[in-house]
């Protein structure tokens, strides 16, 4: 008798259907709590997370900009803005040094102004080694002033101021380099000024390009950082270079065979401006960028960063 009612209690057992309604009745209210207590920090983490990331991606492009801008050849920082976008070029160095100058007057190779088949010249001091090093097709720019001034315009065509190596060679403890005019096979493109023409073809030589304390530098292809802003925040900003040396400024995404690197997406807006001084051995670069995101219940969540850079632009 007493094992049939032990058996009868155990049958008895567990929960019956209303029970178990109730308590997935309760938990689903505990849930939905939860859910409102939870839900803010959570979101409030996720929006500052993607606001830290769009900081990082705009700072780490303008840290880039500066740095590379830093090393520009003076008075090559051009700056051109077409509807939304910017474009800000510059051409780069990694090295400079003196030449020997006719005017020393202890034998060598000078660098001649005077000269059209003139085409080596003798580095005075230390020598640029190492990722410094000037190798062929460098280019060779000496006072350059920018734009608008006869011979001393490294992006003018014919060039002035501007030529390309060509080969380096090494005897009795100096360094030579050979270059030539980047337009012209054996010419020496320093010397246009003394063998300039007037308009009816007569000898009409200006004064030669020299530089005051025979600096010269050594420079790579120049380089555009093109900006496109979209009011949508779905403009880019990318650095484009291989496309050559020109006089007049142009849209490097217009050309073909350039290559391009994207350095920021997400871009509402950029804002470039260049400052020159007067005397034009300073300039004063600003850089601004603007990245967007869409966010729940606002349009767009912005992040903005301005940078500014001093440029040393004694030639």
């Known amino acids: 008798?007493?094992?049939s009612l032990n058996f009868l209690r155990n049958r008895q057992r567990g929960f019956t259907l209303v029970e178990a309604i109730v308590v997935m009745v309760i938990t689903g209210i505990l849930a939905g709590i939860m859910v409102l207590f939870i839900r803010r920090p959570v979101q409030s983490y996720v929006d500052n997370a993607a606001r830290?990331?769009?900081g990082d991606v705009a700072e780490l492009a303008l840290r880039r900009m500066a740095r590379e801008l830093h090393t520009a050849a003076p008075n090559s920082i051009r700056l051109s803005v077409n509807g939304t976008t910017a474009l800000l070029e510059f051409i780069p160095t990694k090295a400079g040094g003196l030449y020997r100058a006719v005017e020393d007057n202890a034998g060598g190779n000078a660098l001649s102004f005077t000269n059209a088949t003139a085409l080596t010249f003798d580095i005075v001091g230390p020598v640029p080694a190492g990722a410094y090093g000037i190798a062929v097709g460098d280019s060779i720019i000496v006072y350059n002033l920018g734009t608008g001034f006869d011979d001393a315009d490294a992006y003018a065509s014919?060039?002035?101021?501007r030529a390309t190596v060509t080969g380096t060679s090494v005897s009795g403890g100096i360094t030579s380099i050979a270059f030539v005019d980047p337009n012209a096979a054996g010419k020496n493109p320093f010397a246009n000024a003394a063998n300039a023409k007037?308009?009816?073809?007569a000898p009409a030589p200006r004064v030669p390009n020299t530089s005051p304390g025979n600096r010269f530098n050594v420079a790579t292809a120049p380089v555009t950082f093109a900006c496109i802003s979209n009011p949508t925040g779905r403009g880019t900003l990318r650095r484009y270079w291989n496309y050559g040396f020109r006089p007049t400024q142009v849209d490097p995404s217009t050309l073909q065979n350039t290559s391009s690197a994207l350095m920021a997406d997400n871009v509402l807006g950029c804002q470039f401006s260049v400052i020159a001084a007067a005397n034009q051995h300073t300039a004063l670069i600003g850089m601004s960028i603007a990245l967007a995101r869409p966010?729940?219940?606002v349009a767009l969540e912005t992040v903005t960063l301005a940078h500014q850079v001093h440029v040393n632009?004694?030639?």
Do not use: Q, Y
């Not at 014919?158 to 101021?161: A, D, L």
């Not at 007037?198 to 073809?201: R, W």
């Open 1 to 3: 008798m007493t094992s």
């Open 52 to 54: 830290a990331d769009m």
């Open 158 to 161: 014919p060039v002035g101021n």
């Open 198 to 201: 007037d308009a009816a073809g």
């Open 295 to 297: 966010t729940t219940g």
């Open 313 to 315: 632009n004694t030639p």
